[in-house]
């Protein structure tokens, strides 16, 4: 399986999990893994230019690995979560760390995986158990699938006690770097709209990028989306196939460790 192929698809039983889509889904795109209880979050930096005297920022630089967002479309909740847990032990053997699982307001259900080693995660992804697992009683209907590199992540300092809410963009970059630089200047902006945990993460071999945030307050993270600030780090990507953010309540997280 390419893990970073250039294709869009709907995989009727998930046959490839982690291929990186680049299209067809909305430009908000992202996700984590999980069935614990910590809540995962996304790259930190300093803020030069944006809001200036906050206090400090609720989330830390976290160590870079490989992110894996899948968005999957079911029809029977009670039976994906059986089969989300009952393949625990191959994503651990695949080198996966922690995940953050949320369900978005048209009921698609979005898992970001954490991982260290984007190869290992190819490799389990092609093992015959793994298809197997994929192709088992319970499947999603159809699943879409981004493979990418972490390249700014930032955790809470200490896991949310209490709820938490994501907003995911998948956007395509022509200049990632200018994009990256924009992008961890505003962390005070983030700050303001509650949230706790951000990520950037780019693909290995195209110019998409996934943005991932993670917040404690649905209204305030839903107005950052559109707030004029954030719209200025937003106008540095492509507008071709531009959407709307996806937006999700946070159902289950494992942190990594």
């Given at each position: 399986m390419a893990c970073c192929a250039a294709m869009t698809r709907h995989l009727p039983k998930l046959h490839a999990w982690f291929r990186f889509v680049t299209s067809?889904?909305?430009?908000a795109s992202a996700i984590t893994l999980g069935a614990c209880s910590h809540q995962a979050a996304a790259p930190g930096a300093a803020q030069p230019g944006a809001q200036t005297g906050t206090a400090p920022l609720p989330f830390q630089p976290s160590p870079l690995g490989a992110s894996v967002f899948v968005v999957h479309l079911i029809s029977d909740l009670d039976a994906f979560e059986k089969y989300f847990e009952s393949g625990d032990a191959l994503r651990e053997a695949g080198g996966v760390k922690g995940y953050l699982l949320s369900r978005g307001d048209d009921g698609k259900i979005v898992v970001h995986f954490f991982a260290e080693d984007l190869d290992r995660v190819q490799a389990a992804l092609n093992s015959v158990q793994m298809q197997g697992y994929l192709n088992r009683s319970g499947a999603p209907d159809a699943s879409l699938v981004w493979v990418t590199r972490d390249a700014s992540v930032s955790l809470p300092a200490t896991p949310p006690p209490g709820k938490t809410y994501s907003l995911y963009f998948k956007l395509?970059?022509?200049?990632?770097?200018?994009?990256?630089?924009?992008?961890?200047?505003r962390d005070a902006l983030y700050a303001a709209h509650g949230v706790i945990g951000r990520?950037?993460?780019?693909?290995?071999?195209e110019r998409v990028v996934v943005v991932h945030f993670v917040g404690t307050a649905r209204d305030q993270l839903q107005a950052l989306a559109t707030d004029p600030e954030f719209g200025k780090l937003l106008s540095l990507a492509e507008p071709e196939g531009a959407q709307a953010p996806l937006f999700a309540e946070d159902l289950a997280r494992s942190r990594p460790q």
């Open positions: 067809t889904f909305p430009v395509k970059v022509s200049d990632f770097d200018a994009f990256k630089s924009n992008f961890e200047a990520g950037l993460h780019r693909s290995t071999s």
